[in-house]
């Protein structure tokens, strides 16, 4: 029969214990940025993320350009960043959670332009449809309806 020291034990319950905490912190942060451009023909793009938090998106900002509310909750510092080398005439950004109750908060660096969208009735998952955006650095959120409700999403983005 194996004998385990206090400390041996001690060192196996610590890496149970922090191991998987530092694995779900360090995933939260971090997730890939988006980068459109029209000379290089990169005009679609797609990133992974989860949601989570009791942060009030709302608090970010409560409504968009066009009077939409801004809702959810998420995590205070964005989920992504999105730079646009060009002006482009319409883009939709789609979260895809197989279906969850999703929000979405994009916000323009120096405040200019925010949009807002939230799933509806028949499509839970968040999508902003929208004209006229400008080429720079976006800030995007990506929350849930309730507080601390976690899950995987994709994000994508598309003229």
């Known amino acids: 029969m ?25 995933q939260k942060k ?13 005009t679609t793009a797609k ?5 989570g938090g009791g942060y009030s998106l709302a608090s970010i900002v409560n409504q968009d350009r066009h009077g939409n509310h801004c809702m959810g909750y998420g995590d205070p510092e964005p989920d992504h960043t999105m730079i ?6 319409q883009l939709k ?3 895809n959670s197989g279906g969850k109750d999703t929000t979405l908060i994009v916000k323009r660096v120096d405040d ?5 969208g939230f799933g509806k009735q028949h499509n839970r998952d968040a999508v902003i449809i929208g004209r006229n955006w400008q080429a ?7 929350g849930s309806m309730q507080p601390g409700e976690n899950y995987n999403y994709s994000l994508s983005v598309e003229p």
Do not use: M
């Not at 041996?8 to 912190?25: E, N």
């Not at 200019?112 to 807002?116: K, V």
């Not at 720079?136 to 990506?142: E, L, Q, T």
């Open 136 to 142: 720079g650095r976006y800030k995007i959120w990506v």
């Open 112 to 116: 200019r332009d925010i949009r807002c």
């Open 84 to 89: 646009l080398e060009n002006d482009f005439s």
């Open 93 to 95: 950004l789609q979260v």
């Open 2 to 26: 194996y004998k385990i020291s206090n400390i041996g034990f001690t060192a196996i319950l610590l890496s149970l214990v922090f191991i998987p905490v530092t694995k779900a912190i360090a």
């Open 47 to 51: 990133v992974i993320g989860s949601t």
């Open 30 to 42: 971090d997730f890939n940025s988006l980068h459109l451009a029209l000379r290089l023909n990169q």
